[in-house]
């Protein structure tokens, strides 16, 4: 069986919690909207479930690691942007995202893209959402990072 979850909505009646955080992403007994019905979703016998949203990308962003101390992108109130202003605090892509199919519409059928032109085109249009991790993040990017993160791993 199949599943629709309409999250397309903009949550204003929730403001200002939504203001930084997409409704569906708003946390609720310790685990996101979405996830609760996901999940009930998943234990009532669906397999597969489509998510209605009206963003093109939700974008997981962290405190630029000493290797890319200029960031990718810039974060207010939950919109991710491109930010072209000296002052603007920028944020690393850590990563993680949720993507609508719709980020790759213009892309052919069977061909590769790299994500981050398609991103920052609809950042500038005001269609990425994104939120701030502050946990513990490590890239693997390199052998010299993913040693470091064994190390780290060990020492526990």
Known sequence: ??????????????????ERTPKPLVEAGGETLLG??????????????????????????????????????TLERGRVGNGSGRHDTRYTYAGISVLSPRLVDGVAAGS??????????????GEVSGELYEGCWSDVGTPARLAELKAQLDRR
């Open 1 to 18: 069986m199949k599943a629709m979850i309409l999250a397309a909505g903009r949550g204003e009646r929730l403001r200002p919690l939504t």
């Open 36 to 73: 609760r019905h996901l999940a009930r979703l998943a234990s009532a016998g669906f397999a597969h479930a489509v998510i209605n949203v009206s963003h093109l990308a939700h974008l997981v962003l962290v405190p630029n690691p000493p290797f890319h101390p200029a960031g990718d992108f």
């Open 112 to 125: 590769k893209a790299q994500l981050a032109p398609l991103w920052r085109a609809a950042a500038g249009r």
